[in-house]
């Protein structure tokens, strides 16, 4: 059974740094695609971020490029995303989300997502 | 990374269909077929209705269905339930990159 579970959220002063954590189970995350998403309040859904197949071929949306970062821990299942300057404009409840099937690009599977919220 | 365009909002009544339309250029929903579409109720998780322009994940009823012509992307919703009142969200492959729509709300009436 595939699930994936969030966690690290919380309240943080602008300019500090956070990492959220995305505990994958029921697969490998090194053979899937695995996307970060994010929805500010009372805003729509934002893609963040994908590392494809747990290796080095990762990418950001513009809003968070050479800001965030995507590493993985094999032994563990586990991704995270490292957020460094975080801004007032990145408080969003994030969702980590795995696409359906190898190299489909759909996010078929998803977290229940953390919350980050930046503020002084 | 310009967002893909959709209405802020759509209705229909009980029985009827209502389309979301989805537009967005030549590189991302006019250069794949990788179009997706979610639905997300306030307070839960999105969930994805349609993948790959048309095809349905197992357990999403066949009301739901999904075109593509050029750079623009719709869903149809067919025979609206209440239930159906929520968010929907279509996104793109872009390349390398994923990119969403703004989303539309769509109300049952």
């Known amino acids: 059974q595939v699930q994936l579970v969030e966690s690290g959220g919380g309240v943080v002063q602008p300019g500090t740094s956070l990492t959220l954590s995305c505990a994958a189970s029921?697969?490998?995350?090194?053979?899937?695609?695995i996307h970060w998403v994010r929805q500010a309040p009372g805003k729509g859904l934002e893609w963040v971020a994908v590392?494809?197949?747990?290796?080095?071929?990762?990418h950001f949306a513009e809003s968070v490029k050479g800001r965030f970062t995507i590493s993985g821990d094999n032994s563990k299942n586990t991704l995270y995303l490292q957020m460094n300057s975080l801004r007032a404009e990145d408080t969003a409840v994030y969702y980590c989300?795995?696409?359906?099937?190898?190299?489909?690009?759909?996010?078929?599977?998803w977290g229940q997502g953390t919350l980050v919220t930046v503020s002084s | 990374q310009s967002a893909l365009t959709q209405p802020p909002s759509a209705s229909g009544s009980p029985g009827q269909s209502v389309t979301i339309s989805c537009t967005g250029t030549?590189?991302?929903?006019?250069?794949?077929?990788?179009v997706s579409w979610y639905q997300h109720h306030p307070g839960k998780v999105p969930k994805l209705m349609l993948y790959?322009?048309?095809k349905r994940p197992s357990g999403v009823p066949d009301r739901f269905s999904g075109s593509k012509s050029g750079t623009t992307a719709s869903l149809t919703v067919s025979g609206l339930q209440a239930d159906d009142e929520a968010d929907y969200y279509c996104?793109?492959?872009?390349?390398?990159?994923?990119?969403f729509g703004g989303g539309t709300k769509v109300t049952v009436l």
């Open positions: 989300g795995r696409e359906l099937g190898a190299g489909t690009y759909e996010i078929g599977y």
């Open positions: 030549s590189s991302d929903v006019g250069a794949y077929n990788y």
């Open positions: 590392i494809w197949y747990g290796g080095n071929n990762k």
């Open positions: 790959e322009v048309t």
């Open positions: 029921g697969f490998a995350f090194s053979s899937f695609g």
């Open positions: 996104s793109s492959y872009a390349g390398n990159i994923v990119v």
